[in-house]
């Protein structure tokens, strides 16, 4: 037996790896089955190119609980150590690598946002125990060895009598982690990190019915089959998961399968999937699934998971996966995402640009193979998967330039146009006197269903845009097509919206205009509402309740961030009170002498264009219905 001393600096290492690692102490499992997955593979690399002379097998790993003992068991048969080899990697290599590591991180916050600890390794042991033991046999023809060492920097090596190839891990799990003896706990860990490593993981053992297998000649009485119960290792992992398969190999069933197993509490189908797969500039795998979103930017609980050799690392993709793509659901898998950097380091990493533009553009490509081979089906999902698209094209240039493709543009009618066919569709009657092509959209159906209405017996189309960040859309548009505008149905007469060059005159002569106005503004509040006269089609309604488009877009692109003038998201809302001075309720107010009579005549009309555009509420709303049915007693 030897013993000797780490070779370290700092005296007391075992300490500070426990401190600075202990808001995340449970990697230690995560690490130690990495450990042996990685030699049991390089085994399987060595048996195949005939440098060691072993049988490879079904290797597996296995975790054990010794709860009275207070010990946790991780066994492999993988490669095993020598004596030497114990001495090289784990009294030198291990320990200078957290030496290193310490030094490096140490004065960081414990969430500086290193989003991954590969390469903490072994000695992440010591977060959790307050001894540690390897027992190893190397596939060379040597003697096994036994290592142990108490979180001092002293440690013994003495011969061990084990005689099958591998490593067992033993750790006297310390009095401050002693959850980590509870099998629950242990199999949320080895669900949430290994579920899919590539070697079989046993936990404990479950029992299955086989079914027994009777002669030939079975009585009818015994017809039914009998089926026997057996003990079977309870292997934990799927060590082939689709991701890791080549398209061509899997379903439709068996992607929406996946889905289910990734998020095994998700009941919705998701709309349609993103295999990736690419091995030069940089290696990726994964499946990327469109869930159902509408228009509400709900929380998102089930995340994209990113995995490191079927490792699970984090669910917080953001810097890797493109922004608004982290709406997505699914897995990426690669080996060449740095996972000891902070989020600003992350994002300027080359290879991690590399790999979201790549993301982008195949979501890109997808979504327009999707949109060319079945249109009909993709205006149907429309709905629920716009948002992110039009996230993608506020927020990714490279996504916006492969946008005008595939993203659409509904109409309340229930008709779909990419952005070339609604110029084409619309162009010979929505341009105004001055060449402009004016797109005339609805932010609800409902709410502005009389001004979509006037639109309509014009002729016009009315597009239906009702997601929160549209106006935030539109606006990128419009930058980048000056002879286009994109007016809502309900921001002015439809007349003024779409300027034509006949003109209407009005009945009302100026004076009498004049006249009308300050009447009107005697009674209309002044903070809410602007009174505008308009000569309009004496069938067109005699008040109508505008708001500027201009006002309307800048406030509420305030109020959904990133946009719009400052502190325009809290000014009050302002209207204008479009009085037809062509229909006869205008000359009825103008020429009442009663004022009691005018002023009801105002507050009616009022009224009742607030309750077109749904503003009427509350104590005004009872008040208007009262005197509504005094009207027609």
């Not at 977060?127 to 003697?143: L, R």
């Not at 993301?359 to 949109?371: N, P, Y």
């Not at 400052?566 to 000359?587: D, I, W």
Request: glycine share 6%; charged share 30%.
């Amino acid at each position: 037996m030897t013993t000797g001393k780490i070779n370290v600096s700092v005296e007391n290492i075992f300490p500070l790896i426990k401190k600075f690692l202990y808001s995340d102490h449970e990697i230690f499992l995560r690490e130690l089955i990495s450990n042996g997955t990685d030699a049991t593979l390089k085994l399987k690399h060595l048996t195949s190119i005939g440098e060691a002379k072993v049988e490879y097998g079904n290797p597996i790993i296995e975790v054990k609980i010794d709860k009275e003992g207070k010990k946790l068991h991780i066994i492999d048969q993988g490669l095993g150590m020598t004596a030497d080899e114990v001495e090289k990697y784990i009294n030198q290599v291990a320990f200078s690598g957290a030496e290193e590591f310490l030094d490096k991180y140490k004065d960081s916050a414990k969430d500086s946002g290193i989003i991954g600890h590969f390469g903490l390794g072994f000695y992440s042991a010591f977060m959790v125990a307050e001894k540690v033991e390897i027992i190893t046999k190397s596939f060379k023809d040597e003697p096994a060895a036994h290592w142990t060492c108490d979180g001092s920097p002293e440690f013994t090596l003495e011969p061990a009598d084990k005689t099958t190839r591998g490593t067992e891990i033993i750790l006297h799990i310390a009095e401050d982690s002693l959850e980590f003896l509870e099998d629950s706990k242990i199999n949320q860990l080895l669900n949430k990190y290994n579920k899919f490593m590539p070697i079989p993981i046993k936990f404990g053992t479950k029992t299955e019915k086989i079914e027994q297998k009777k002669g030939e000649e079975v009585a009818a009485e015994d017809k039914d089959k009998i089926f026997t119960e057996v003990e079977v290792d309870n292997i934990i992992n799927n060590p082939n998961p689709a991701w890791t398969k080549q398209p061509t190999e899997l379903s439709d069933a068996d992607y929406k399968d996946f889905y289910r197993e990734i998020y095994p509490m998700q009941f919705e189908e998701p709309l349609f999937h993103i295999h990736l797969n690419v091995d030069y500039p940089f290696n990726l795998t994964g499946i990327l699934y469109f869930p159902k979103l509408g228009s509400d930017l709900q929380i998102q609980k089930d995340k994209i998971q990113l995995y490191q050799n079927q490792v699970y690392v984090t669910d917080n993709v953001e810097g890797i996966v493109p922004e608004f793509l982290t709406m997505l659901k699914g897995v990426i898998d690669s080996p060449d995402i740095p996972l000891n950097v902070s989020r600003s380091g992350l994002q300027a990493d080359a290879a991690v640009k590399k790999i979201s533009n790549y993301i982008t553009r195949k979501v890109a490509d997808k979504l327009k193979s999707l949109f060319t081979e079945n249109r009909e089906d993709f205006e149907q999902k429309w709905n629920d998967i716009k948002i992110v698209l039009e996230y993608g094209m506020l927020s990714e240039d490279k996504f916006y330039e492969k946008a005008g493709a595939f993203v659409l543009y509904p109409t309340v009618d229930g008709k779909y146009y990419t952005l070339e066919e609604l110029k084409e569709n619309l162009a010979a009657n929505q341009t105004d006197k001055d060449g402009k092509l004016v797109v005339l959209y609805a932010g609800n159906k409902e709410a502005q269903h009389s001004y979509i209405e006037i639109a309509k017996d014009k002729g016009y189309e009315v597009l239906l845009l009702d997601s929160p960040i549209i106006s935030h859309l539109i606006q990128k548009i419009e930058g980048d097509n000056s002879n286009m505008t994109f007016v809502r149905v309900d921001s002015d007469h439809i007349d003024n919206i779409i300027k034509k060059e006949e003109t209407t005159i009005s009945k009302l002569s100026e004076e009498e205009q004049t006249n009308l106005k300050t009447v009107l503004e005697a009674i209309v509040p002044k903070q809410n509402y602007s009174v505008q006269l308009e000569a309009l089609d004496s069938n067109a309604s005699p008040f109508i309740i505008t708001q500027p488009e201009f006002m309307r877009r800048m406030k509420e692109m305030s109020q959904s961030g990133g946009g719009g003038m400052f502190g325009m998201g809290n000014m009050p809302e302002m209207y204008n009170l479009v009085v037809n001075t062509n229909s006869e309720l205008a000359t009825s107010i103008l020429n009442n002498k009663d004022k009691d009579a005018q002023e009801s005549l105002v507050k009616q009309a009022l009224d009742l264009a607030k309750l077109s555009q749904n503003l009427l509420k509350g104590e005004a709303l009872t008040a208007f219905v009262k005197r509504s049915f005094e009207l027609i007693k």
